[in-house]
T-cell receptor
Framework: SQELEQSPQSLIVQEGKNLTINCTSS?????LYWYKQKYGEGLIFLMM?????EEKSHEKITAKLDEKKQQSSLHITASQPSHAGIYLC????????????FGTGTLLAVQP | GAVVSQHPSRVICKSGTSVKIECRSL??????MFWYRQFPKQSLMLMAT?????????EQGVEKDKFLINHASLTLSTLTVTSAHPEDSSFYIC?????????????FGDGTRLSIL
C-alpha cells in the first residue's frame, strides 16, 4: 500500500497562476522533504519540514507541515515555466533508519 | 554542496548482459547509500539500503540475486543488474547519506537510464 499520497497527480496551470500540491500520510512523519525532478534526471532538493505547524519559503515556493505531521502542502505563487516538472514529497516514517519513502508524484506543466 | 556522481547516465545493452552502475560521493563520506528504481510517470521505489562494509538490506519483492549491491568503501556503491532482461529496463537512481553541512537527508545522483534490447 502507498504510504504517501500526493494530489493532484498532474496539473496544468497558466503562467502567473498560483497552485498547491498536497502530500498525505496515514502515519506520523519524522521528516517531510519536497523535491523537484525533471524527466529523466535526478532530484533537486527544495525544502525540509520537521516540526508540526512548520512553514518554510524559498523564492516563490512555500511548504507547510500540519500540526499532526501527517499532511504537507507545497504552494507556488505566480507560477513560471521554470516551475514545470515532477514534484515529489519524501518522508521518513520510522525515525530510525533514515530511509525515505516517496509520494506518488505530481506532474506540473505551466503554460506560457 | 555535497555531490553524488552516478555513472553511466545511460546504457543500452542486449538481453542477458550484466550491467554495473556506480554511485560515488565526491566530497563527503557516505555511511549509507540507497538505490531506487523509477518507472515512467511513477514515483521512486526504494530497492535497497547499503551500509559501508556490510550486506545490503533489500526491500520486499526485490531480488537480491538479480540486483547485486556492493558498498566497499565510504565513497562508492555499485549496483549490478545480472542477466538483464527487457523488464529490467528502467531509470535507476542512487542516493547517499553522510555527514554534510546541509540538512538534506540524502543526496541524489542524476540517475541511470537502462534499456535492455
Amino acid at each position: 500500500s502507498q504510504e504517501l499520497e500526493q494530489s493532484p497527480q498532474s496539473l496544468i496551470v497558466q503562467e502567473g497562476k498560483n497552485l498547491t500540491i498536497n502530500c498525505t500520510s496515514s502515519k506520523t512523519l519524522y521528516g517531510l522533504y519536497w523535491y523537484k525532478q525533471k524527466y529523466g534526471e535526478g532530484l533537486i532538493f527544495l525544502m525540509m519540514l520537521q516540526k508540526g505547524g512548520e512553514e518554510k519559503s524559498h523564492e516563490k515556493i512555500t511548504a507547510k507541515l500540519d500540526e499532526k505531521k501527517q499532511q504537507s502542502s507545497l504552494h507556488i505563487t505566480a507560477s513560471q515555466p521554470s516551475h514545470a516538472g515532477i514534484y515529489l514529497c519524501g518522508a521518513d516514517t520510522s525515525g530510525a533508519t533514515n530511509k525515505l519513502i516517496f509520494g506518488t508524484g505530481t506532474l506540473l506543466a505551466v503554460q506560457p | 554542496g555535497a555531490v553524488v556522481s552516478q555513472h553511466p547516465s545511460r546504457v543500452i545493452c542486449k538481453s542477458g548482459t550484466s550491467v554495473k552502475i556506480e554511485c560515488r560521493s565526491l566530497d563527503f563520506q557516505a555511511t549509507t547509500m540507497f538505490w531506487y528504481r523509477q518507472f515512467p510517470k511513477q514515483s521512486l521505489m526504494l530497492m535497497a539500503t547499503s551500509n559501508e562494509g556490510s550486506k545490503a538490506t533489500y526491500e520486499q519483492g526485490v531480488e537480491k540475486d538479480k540486483f547485486l549491491i556492493n558498498h566497499a568503501s565510504l565513497t562508492l556503491s555499485t549496483l549490478t543488474v545480472t542477466s538483464a532482461h527487457p523488464e529490467d529496463s528502467s531509470f535507476y537512481i542512487c542516493s547517499a547519506r553522510g555527514w554534510t553541512r546541509d540538512n538534506q537527508p540524502q543526496h541524489f545522483g542524476d540517475g541511470t537510464r537502462l534499456s535492455i534490447l
